[in-house]
Each structure stands twice: as C-alpha cells, then as structure tokens.
T-cell receptor, first 110, second 117 residues
Framework: GQNIDQPTEMTATEGAIVQINCTYQ??????LFWYQQHAGEAPTFLSY????GLEEKGRFSSFLSRSKGYSYLLLKELQMKDSASYLCASLHGGSYIPTFGRGTSLIVHP | EPEVTQTPSHQVTQMGQEVILRCVPI?????FYWYRQILGQKVEFLVSFYNNEISEKSEIFDDQFSVERPDGSNFTLKIRSTKLEDSAMYFCASRELAGGRNNNEQFFGPGTRLTVL
C-alpha cells in the first residue's frame, strides 16, 4: 500500500496559525485530500490538490509539491472548534480510492 | 444540503452473528464506498461499488463481507459471521461521478459504530 506520514499530534493556541505536514509516495500520484474528523464523527472534506502550489479557502489553505511528495494544511486564526484530527489522503494510479494517513490530532487551547 | 445517512448509529452484536449496516447515499451520486476505522486507527477502504457491481475491494473485504444495492436508494454492507476484530466504525461514502477536480470528493456518512461481543 501507499505510505502516508503525518505527525501524530500537534497543539496550538487559539488565534494562532498551525501547519500540518504530510508526506506521501510519489509513484503514480494523482491527487491529495485533506479531511477534518472530529472525535466519533465522519471525515469531512477540506481540500483536494492536484497541481503544485497553495490553494486558499477561508481560514484553511492547502499546499502541494508533487516533486517532493509533500503537502501541508495551514490553519489560520485557530478556534477551539478546530480541535480535531486532520487526515491526509492520497490518490494513486487510476484509482479513486484515497489511501488515508493515521491523522494528526490537533489540540487548540485557550 | 444533501447528505449521506447511515443506520443504525450503533450496533451491538454477538460474535458469529450476521449484521447488516445500511446507508443511503446522496441521490444523484453514482459511486458508493464502505470504509472502516478501528478505534484510534486510520480510515481503511473496504469496497467501492458502481453500476450495481463491485469496482474495487481491499484485502480486508473477504468472503465474510458483501454489499448490495437492493433498491434505488439503499446501499448495504453485510458481515456474515462477525468476529471481535470487526468492531469498528463503519463509514459509507458516495461520490458524484468520475473525473474533474472537484468530483473526486467523497461525502461521508456519520458512521455506524459496530461492537462485537
């Protein structure tokens, strides 16, 4: 299977900025998702990157470097409700099935 | 806004029993998926379904598992003889159609927590 690496846990302060990194295998790479998952709930879609560069969507931005097999999710103006697990997931080959990483548990404290 | 729904939200069963988990995908979506997530672990793909047949399945999806679209709205996952290690959150997801940047997005249901005793 495809390996996805992302930090297990991060903490940040309300109002701050946090960057969650993800590395993936470049072989056959087609695209990368970021999902947010609150405890006991379903993953919800945040972003999908295919091309290199930064895509901004409100307080959340996602960056992709295809040559480096690297992506990050940038969360600005953190709010307490942003405390959740952030899942990086990649697409490879002709499949539309994303391979998920273990997720990064983000804890936002006052 | 349309959403994927799943029932039941929590299912408790005895080892060896059969369970059926139900999902209603978003109505105009054509691709359907089942994933599972064991507590504290990553989301794992089980199976995808398109045009009334399985299109992809993982090694987890063995003969104990089956899927069905019995009518125009429901999509079910059956586990024939549950094992303790089947205890997990099971998520259904659906996707609109193939191709296009935004159409790769899968919409997840709220999940069914399966507990096998």
């Amino acid at each position: 299977g495809q390996n996805i690496d992302q930090p297990t846990e991060m903490t940040a302060t309300e109002g701050a900025i946090v960057q969650i990194n993800c590395t993936y295998q470049t072989s056959g790479f087609n695209g990368l998702f970021w999902y947010q998952q609150h405890a006991g709930e379903a993953p919800t879609f945040l972003s999908y990157n295919v091309l290199d560069g930064l895509e901004e969507k409100g307080r959340f931005s996602s960056f992709l470097s295809r040559s480096k097999g690297y992506s990050y999710l940038l969360l600005k103006e953190l709010q307490m409700k942003d405390s959740a697990s952030y899942l990086c997931a990649s697409l490879h080959g002709g499949s539309y099935i994303p391979t998920f990483g273990r997720g990064t548990s983000l804890i936002v404290h006052p | 806004e349309p959403e994927v729904t799943q029932t039941p939200s929590h299912q408790v069963t005895q080892m060896g029993q059969e369970v059926i988990l139900r999902c209603v995908p978003i109505s105009n979506h054509l691709y359907f998926y089942w994933y599972r997530q064991i507590l504290g672990q990553k989301v794992e793909f089980l199976v995808s379904f398109y045009n009334n047949e399985i299109s992809e399945k993982s090694e987890i999806f063995d003969d104990q598992f089956s899927v069905e679209r019995p009518d125009g709205s429901n999509f079910t996952l059956k586990i024939r003889s549950t094992k303790l290690e089947d205890s997990a959150m099971y998520f259904c997801a659906s996707r609109e159609l193939a191709g296009g940047r935004n159409n790769n997005e899968q919409f997840f249901g709220p999940g069914t927590r399966l507990t096998v005793l």
